[in-house]
């Protein structure tokens, strides 16, 4: 992190290139390949997550600043809910006889 | 880190703790959204007659829409570059751009909801409807709640100029608009895609 | 709409209610203006960003809401004592269990716990204040907000009646057409806001506000446990922000989030609902371990045994706390799979409960223990609570719990965790720290008899109805026939409640006596205090410190008594920078508050002009560039003389 870079911002550069290179390769695993669906699901998944990494680290630094580490375990810490909060949910309500469908 | 090369938003003890607690808050902001979806994932094949995600997303409006917010979030990451380089003008340039194409995204977005709801699907038509309208609602307000934000801060900022509180407010604001690029990367591919796919 | 579907009507209780609410604003307003204290309390208290005065007025709503909830259990406990007694009609006990429940967890328990939170973590800290403290002061007014439009319900509209739980399909507007629900959904969230701005403020005050030296191991417990309560506030808030927003727009939009008729799952409230209230258990149960750690050590005179375990076992417990929820309704029909794994996280969490009361055991042993009122709550928090954890580990049982749950078993169960783990804490604190909060203690002899009334009373309550709840009975009747034969076990329970009220009257009495007659010359550290908040004058100062505490170790403040090293240097005193009132706050709350009342009554086109209001107050906050004000060296040491006489 530094006050002044009269650098070309290429970090930042890179990190829009990649997302768009990203989304456009979800969009094309999607619809143009012939995995099932939940590869698919797994595939696209990933890139989401790469996405989020590079919006994270590369623009919104979230390890600069003396609050680094503890952004990077809040956010940790956040994304581990989410995923307590998404399958548990999921898991919960869609097994068993509560099942709706 | 010396105090030459802190950026001007960390300066004081008062900035780093909001920077900190935005932080905290965006945490909070990774609960709620979660629990939009894992709701939306509970209720998306519930469309009660109505129409499915298939029948109704169109997917080069959905690409538009993401274009215009990833490059938000690009011009948005120079505009906080332009300002630890201490450029207003600059600053000011990238961030306008910014809201303008935060208000593209809305735009196509209203756009998008007008039709659907001309396709029979309205908020009140099924748990399907209800869960979709609702997490891309959320995001959507958060959306117009940061455009008004930041041309509140660039009032300030074209008054007082780059200061240590103008700064370290622009900086949240960003954060604030990165996290919701963030988000909606999620929307795309877990709503739109995989409802178009599967 | 016509007069009697705004004003609730025909009911003689809730008549008298209406007068006697409408007598006594009419009174407290003719007070305020006759002694001429509208400036006064708009300057002082209504615009206060001082973290002690709007922790004292956490306090002060939270024993109002206390009255009020306590009132509906007195009803409750009053309507069960004999067979068929037709006291209540089924409506109106619904409506009463409700509100009980809502208010006690909600606007009782949450705000005596985050008021005294608030007065004493910034001191313990060695802090000014709070790292925001306006946001602080509208984190009070919101829930102050919520509480009262809440409350607005009992006379205006009518309460809500599906139980604190709101389980759809009866919390839809199908099965409660009225506007009771409304004003949960919406009073709830407008107060939920203000939690989760207490969450992120705590959180960020104790990770950078901490005076110098003190570091992660050397923090009081009690900052421990507010710092990880507040967490897990951060966690769950936003799941219950979402829960209530479907319901709010199942009612008030006509949506189907919950109606199976139209593809929605009204288990994904239950779902929801527990996701946030779970933790939210934890959220009202970790400080008060807080609290009761505090004042063990200090009345035991011996340092915490097993500092580090018991900021682990707390750790462990906010984790465990998020993974436990579905063991709220293990009867809707999940997998095997699902209740045996919920069953055992829910049985884990016994493990650093278990630890904590051992930590608490062997810190009293070989102490010299001093039974002040404050200890007493503490000792007999432990046996009680311990009942209450027990019970639950057999309700953690997946297959037992199909006999129990949903009887009065459970209600005694948490009952028994709930009232000696929060409710004793509070008492244990507000005696622990009132000298530090008024300048004065309370009556320790009148100390005395709260304590005894309440505990005996509390026990006399809630035993009975783990026997009742064995023998079949369901909670939320409110009615039963002679033969069951549960009318002594219940009529016995109907004494203990009545016996508990007289303990809360005896409070009440103890701090109108205090406040009259207690001697005003306590000292800085009137209980031979450990941690730093009792390092400064009592009352504690605006400023908190004259001078930055420099920590060394963990309990500094007790060794630097007995090294004679807490006297003050002139030299070191310098100016203190402290934050100026703000009007937006109580702006802001007030206007949340009046468009969530359009809301409840759905006059949308009102709700939209009145949220202007709330526009108009975000914006005037982002354009306020105050920089507070300073307190000199001069004014310091004149106010540091007053007690502590002349400075080095």
Not at chain 3, 586 to 601: D, N, P, R, S
Request: a neutral charge; glycine letters at 8%; hydrophobic letters at 55%.
């Amino acid at each position: 992190m530094n006050a002044k870079s009269h650098r070309f911002p290429w970090n930042h550069l890179v990190g829009f290139v990649l997302s768009i290179a990203f989304t456009l390769l979800a969009v094309f695993v999607a619809f143009n390949t012939d995995f099932s669906a939940s590869t698919i699901l797994w595939i696209i998944g990933i890139f989401a997550i790469f996405q989020a990494a590079i919006q994270l680290f590369m623009f919104m630094h979230v390890t600069e600043g003396k609050e680094g580490k503890i952004n990077l375990f809040n956010i940790g810490s956040s994304v581990i809910l989410a995923l307590i909060i998404v399958f548990g949910t999921i898991w919960v309500l869609t097994s068993g006889h509560a099942h709706l469908h | 880190m010396t105090s030459q090369t802190t950026p001007l938003e960390y300066k004081s003890h008062q900035s780093q703790m909001n920077i900190l607690g935005f932080w905290v808050f965006l945490g909070a902001e990774i609960v709620l959204f979660s629990t939009l979806f894992a709701s939306y994932f509970i209720l998306e094949h519930n469309t009660a007659a109505g129409p499915s995600g298939q029948d109704i997303f169109i997917l080069k409006d959905v690409l538009i829409e993401t274009f215009l917010l990833l490059t938000s979030s690009f011009t948005c990451g120079l505009a906080i570059h332009s300002m630890r380089n201490h450029d207003k003008k600059g600053l000011l340039i990238w961030m306008i751009v910014t809201l303008l194409l935060g208000a593209g995204f809305l735009y196509m977005e209203i756009n998008e909801f007008i039709h659907y709801i001309h396709e029979g699907a309205t908020i009140q038509t099924s748990g399907f409807t209800a869960a979709f309208f609702t997490l891309l609602g959320t995001h959507g307000a958060h959306v117009t709640f940061g455009v008004f934000w930041i041309i509140m801060l660039l009032i300030q900022l074209v008054r007082r100029g780059i200061t240590e509180k103008t700064s370290s407010k622009l900086f949240i604001a960003s954060l604030y608009w990165h996290f919701l690029d963030v988000v909606w990367i999620f929307i795309f591919t877990f709503v739109y895609l995989k409802g178009m796919v599967m | 709409m016509t007069f009697d579907e705004f004003f609730v009507t025909g009911d003689p209780l809730i008549l008298a209610s209406q007068i006697a609410i409408g007598l006594t604003l009419i009174g407290l307003v003719a007070l305020v203006s006759y002694l001429k204290r509208w400036k006064w309390l708009w300057r002082e208290w209504f615009t206060t960003v001082d973290h002690k005065k709007i922790g004292i007025m956490y306090i002060l709503a939270g024993v109002l809401m206390f009255f009020r909830g306590g009132v509906d259990g007195l009803l409750m406990r009053a309507q069960t004592s004999r067979p068929e007694l037709q006291l209540l009609d089924a409506q109106h006990y619904d409506e009463i269990f409700t509100t009980h429940g809502v208010i006690m967890i909600l606007f009782m328990a949450m705000p005596l716990l985050i008021g005294i939170m608030n007065v004493v973590i910034p001191l313990q800290i060695g802090a000014r204040d709070v790292a925001f403290p306006k946001l602080n002061a509208l984190s009070f007014w919101l829930f102050f907000a919520g509480a009262m439009l809440f409350n607005l319900s009992f006379v205006i509209g009518g309460s809500p009646d599906a139980g604190w739980t709101s389980y759809f399909p009866l919390a839809g507007k199908e099965f409660t057409p009225g506007v009771g629900n409304n004003y949960y959904a919406i009073a709830l969230q407008i107060a939920g806001i203000g939690t989760l701005a207490t969450g992120i403020n705590f959180v960020v005050t104790i990770i950078k506000m901490r005076a110098p030296g003190m570091s992660w191991m050397k923090l009081p417990i009690f900052v421990w446990t507010t710092f990880i309560t507040s967490i897990i506030i951060v966690a769950a808030f936003p799941i219950f922000t979402v829960a209530l927003a479907y319901m709010s727009l199942d009612r008030l939009f006509g949506t189907h989030f919950f109606t199976v008729a139209s593809g929605g799952d009204p288990m994904l409230w239950l779902n929801l609902f527990w996701l946030w209230g779970h933790p939210e258990v934890y959220i009202v149960v970790l400080p008060a371990f807080g609290m009761f750690s505090e004042v063990i050590a200090t009345f035991a005179r011996k340092n915490l045994y097993g500092y580090k375990s018991m900021v682990y076992a707390v750790a462990g417990i906010a984790f465990l706390s998020m993974l436990v929820w579905v063991h709220h309704f293990y009867t809707m029909g999940n997998s095997a799979a699902v209740n045996s794994i919920f069953s055992l996280t829910t049985m884990m969490i016994a493990i650093p409960t278990g630890v904590k009361i051992f930590n608490w055991l062997f810190t009293l042993r070989k102490g010299r223990i001093e039974f002040s009122t404050s200890m007493l709550w503490a000792l007999a928090f432990i046996p009680c609570f311990t009942i209450g954890g027990v019970t639950g580990v057999m309700l953690a049982m997946a297959a037992a719990d199909y006999q129990y749950h949903n009887t009065m078993f459970l209600v005694a169960h948490f009952h028994y965790v709930l009232i000696p783990g929060v409710v004793f804490a509070v008492f244990a604190g507000l005696y622990y720290w009132w000298p530090k909060m008024f300048g004065f203690k309370l009556n320790e002899k009148i100390g005395r008899w709260h304590f005894w009334l309440f505990v005996i009373g509390f026990n006399l309550t809630f035993m009975p109805m783990f026997f009742v709840g064995l023998d079949g009975m369901s909670r939320r009747m409110y009615t039963y026939s002679e033969s069951t034969g549960w009318a002594p076990l219940l009529g016995l329970s109907a004494i203990g409640a009545l016996i508990m009220a007289a303990g809360f009257a005896a409070l009440c009495y103890n701090i109108y006596w205090s406040f009259r007659y207690a001697s005003r010359d306590v000292g800085n550290d009137p209980w031979n205090g450990r941690t730093l908040e009792w390092a400064t004058a009592s009352p504690a100062p605006e400023y908190n410190f004259a001078v930055e505490p420099q920590v060394e170790q963990l309990d500094d403040f007790w060794h630097k008594k007995k090294q004679g090293k807490t006297g003050l240097k002139k030299s070191e005193l310098k100016s203190v920078h402290m934050p100026s009132n703000s009007w937006t706050p109580i702006v802001l709350a007030v206007a949340f508050g009046v468009v969530g009342f359009f809301l409840v009554f759905e006059w949308f086109t009102l709700a939209v002009i009145a949220s202007i209001g709330i526009i108009v107050g975000l914006v005037a906050n982002s354009f306020d560039y105050d920089e507070g004000y300073h307190i000199e060296p001069e004014e310091l040491e004149e106010e540091e003389r007053k007690w502590r006489g002349d400075l080095q």
